[in-house]
């Protein structure tokens, strides 16, 4: 029996009545920022995350928040971008780095 892994922040599919909906946006998005283009020939990359309001004020008090993600890029390349876009929201505008 294959033991599994704890599920991580961010590892949950789309809740699914959110699935439809962000997938098609994500197609909107990416085809409006890199049209007539795929794959590595793509320009602009992005990040489309969908959350509850009411979640995210128990976030703010140390529960848990669901966030639903969908991107063209590669999640390292995320991971990069969220962790310099925190810093900046949070006043540290000179960081800098590749995403």
């Known amino acids: 029996m294959t033991k599994q892994k704890p599920e991580r922040l961010g ?4 809740q699914p009545e959110l699935n439809k909906p962000m997938n098609v946006l994500a ?14 020939a793509r320009e602009w990359g992005f990040v489309l995350i969908a959350f509850p309001f009411v979640e995210a004020e128990l976030a703010k008090g140390g529960g848990t928040g669901r ?3 969908i991107s063209n890029a590669s999640r390292e390349d995320v991971v990069i971008m969220l ?3 925190l810093k900046r929201f949070e006043g540290q505008p000179d960081v800098t780095g590749r995403a």
Not at 27 to 39: M, S, T, V
């Open 11 to 14: 590892d949950a599919p789309i």
């Open 27 to 40: 197609h909107a998005i990416d085809e409006f920022l890199n049209p007539d283009k795929k794959g590595e």
């Open 67 to 69: 966030a639903n993600y």
């Open 83 to 85: 962790k310099e876009q």
